[in-house]
């Protein structure tokens, strides 16, 4: 009996230091701890939105601007990726510090917040505050939204930052640790702090904007095959329709959630004051206040049926093993 204790105090060792592990408890933790938004890693949004506007050069040549964000992009990254690799070799535990390091990138809680907020004040009475919560974490305009439009606007922002902020981090460190999950990560900060929906960084913010749909195209493809699964008659017709969205990847992983959801999005918005007319995407009804949290639902069980799958064919590996 006592081998037997000690061989299972070996796999439980064994295990906690497993990628998979590290995953699930850092989602885990994530999930439940509530961390105030200053703390939070977006927090350094409005930081990178100011350095793209001191090295973006507005006289420069479309191909001039290009280079600058490609250059910042750089700028932020190989200082981040070179302090993270020192301060991993002085961490005491290397799996500790990369639960810790892990949750930090991961940010789905504020998304929840913002899908429940959404549901309670998306009234007639209480418009005017749902706008202004919703405000920060959306492009368009929000001042003319009414509540059918900040219910569409919040569900596709939930989505997407879902993916770039969640998903994204989880399978870089998936793929290659800490540098990983800190790549997807700084991509996804460096997306939106020059998002190409601002005229200013429309060509500034192109190589930040392709590298960012190019790490998402995977993720986006893990999170869209559970949906895909049932849907696979009309897959090709869903994955046409999604193609006509301006990010085809993200179109695609939309498309999957209205066919799931019975509604539309999509349609025109305001950026800037210019009026974009963007496909509409599915053919139910529009959002109403629960659309943000079932969409948000649905991403996240695709994403923590992968987490429990990656756990179970762990365990199994150090039970055979």
């Known amino acids: 009996a006592v081998i037997e204790t000690g061989s299972l105090d070996l796999m439980a060792d064994a295990l906690l230091s497993t990628t998979a592990a590290i995953l699930v408890g850092a989602a885990l933790l994530e999930a439940v701890i509530p961390w105030p938004s200053h703390l939070r890693l977006s927090a350094v949004t409005p930081l990178l939105t100011r350095l793209g ?3 973006h050069r507005p006289d420069g040549s479309p191909g001039q601007q290009m280079q600058a964000g490609l250059l910042a992009m750089l700028v932020v990254w190989l200082p981040c990726a070179a302090g993270l690799w020192s301060l991993r070799n002085l961490a005491l535990s290397e799996p500790i510090f990369d639960l810790l390091f892990l949750l930090l990138m991961l940010e789905s809680r504020p998304l929840r917040e913002l899908a429940h907020a959404t549901r309670s004040l998306a009234t007639q009475e209480t418009l005017p505050l749902a706008r202004l919560q ?9 001042g003319k939204l009414s509540a059918m439009g ?17 998903a994204g981090p989880l399978l870089g460190f998936a793929l290659a640790g800490v540098q990983g999950a800190l790549l997807w990560r700084l991509v996804q900060l460096m997306n939106q702090s020059w998002s190409r929906k601002d005229p200013a960084f429309d060509h500034f ?6 590298l960012y749909q190019g790490l998402n195209a995977s993720v986006i493809l ?11 008659k009309q897959a090709a017709q869903l994955l046409r329709s999604g193609a006509l969205w301006p990010y085809p990847a993200m179109g695609m ?6 066919d799931k959801c019975r509604i539309r999005l999509g349609g025109p918005r305001y950026y800037q004051g210019a009026l974009q007319r963007w496909p509409v995407i599915g053919t139910g009804a529009e959002p109403d206040s629960e659309t943000p949290r079932k969409v948000l639902n649905i991403l996240q069980g695709c994403g923590w ?14 039970f055979h093993g």
């Open 305 to 318: 049926g992968w987490l429990i799958l990656a756990l179970v064919v762990t365990v199994a590996g150090l």
């Open 222 to 232: 893990l999170l869209g095959l559970p949906l895909l699964a049932s849907r696979l």
């Open 150 to 166: 900040l219910a569409k606007a919040v569900t596709e922002s939930c989505a997407l930052r879902l993916v770039g902020q969640w």
């Open 134 to 142: 919703a405000t920060p974490w959306l492009k368009r305009e929000t």
């Open 53 to 55: 506007h001191k090295v």
């Open 205 to 210: 913010g192109r190589a930040a904007s392709a």
């Open 253 to 258: 992983l939309l498309t999957l959630l209205v």
